[in-house]
């Protein structure tokens, strides 16, 4: 259900069936008593998106203190432009499984209280102006998803620490500033994927490819020049992206990858193809657009796509 600009108020029966029924809702406003208080009694609602200005200013988080009693709320997404969580946020977060917040490029200082969001699954931070990963985040061992997307991030040193999230499957630290992956990133060993994209990385660490688990690993759109020799112990990467970087040359072991169904390399200073295309039986996308080719291998020819 979504409920745009407007209070809206509803009828006795149309409510009562809304309590019973409702599990999604979306409610985008402008001003915030645009919220219709009845929305606190949806006793079974399990997701709700509020995007609008939920600064601090005018006590305007007393609006939205009814949330504590959305006792069966799984997921919370907020679209505003906070510096700090709400209080309420925090209470509801003992019982959430996905949060996520898109603070539209305002600088969200205070995430101490993300610790005590125990039985959180997923996790966006997007927009925030974060420079450093929050050390708040370690303490959630029940991550399996983490994505910081569009911040200040320039350098990750704390992702260490993530070896501790034993269930993390998928990091995303896209459209940031990062110019280094530490070699600490080779103690995510069970991470599947992995987004890098829209950085400044210049150098891709041996230790990246101790992550035996990745299935998709994105560097697109960074200042890489070559791809590591070690791609190739990465047996189950079946999607791979190294778009618009300076590569000019691809290592051979990169078709042991014999999972490989996309291969994204357009954008970069390629000037000849090796003939192991033909090894990768299971492409099924080849993006080589923006190169420097003269001629394609005849082993493309055997190739799924």
């Known amino acids: 259900m979504w409920l745009y600009h407007t209070p809206a108020k ?19 406003f402008t001003d915030i008593k645009e919220i219709p208080l009845w929305i606190y009694s949806l006793k079974n609602l399990s997701e ?98 983490i994505d910081l997307k569009d911040n200040n991030l320039k350098t990750i040193e704390e992702i260490i620490s993530f070896q501790h999230l034993h269930r993390l499957v998928c990091l995303k630290l896209w459209y940031n ?36 688990k990745l299935r998709f690993l994105d560097l697109s759109h960074n200042n890489l020049t070559y791809i590591p020799t070690d791609v190739g112990f990465l047996h189950n990467l079946q999607y791979f992206a190294v778009t618009a970087n300076r590569i000019e040359t691809l290592p051979p072991e990169l078709f042991q990858c014999k999972k490989m169904r996309t291969l994204n390399l357009g954008n970069n200073c390629l000037q000849s193809l090796p003939s192991r295309f033909g090894e990768l039986t299971g492409l099924t996308q080849l993006e080589l657009r923006g190169n420097r080719l003269e001629c394609l291998p005849v082993e493309l020819a055997s190739a799924a796509f």
Not at 15 to 27: G, T, V, Y
């Open 10 to 28: 509803i009828e006795a029966p149309a409510l009562a069936f809304l309590r019973e029924n409702l599990k999604s809702l979306h409610i985008k």
């Open 48 to 145: 709700l998106h509020l995007t609008g200005n939920l600064s601090a200013d005018n006590n305007r988080f007393i609006v939205i203190d009814g949330l504590r009693e959305l006792k069966r709320l799984k997921v919370l997404r907020l679209k505003s432009n906070l510096t700090k969580l709400p209080q309420v946020v925090t209470d509801v977060g003992v019982h959430l499984q996905k949060l996520s917040i898109n603070n539209e490029g305002t600088k969200l200082m205070v995430l101490n209280s993300l610790k005590k969001m125990v039985n959180l699954s997923e996790l966006e931070l997007v927009r925030c102006d974060l420079e450093r990963i929050p050390h708040s985040i370690f303490s959630l061992h029940n991550l399996q998803e």
């Open 177 to 212: 500033q990062i110019a280094y992956i530490p070699i600490q990133i080779g103690t995510l060993t069970n991470l599947e994927r992995l987004y890098l994209n829209r950085n400044k990385i210049e150098k891709i660490p041996n230790q990246l490819f101790f992550c035996r």
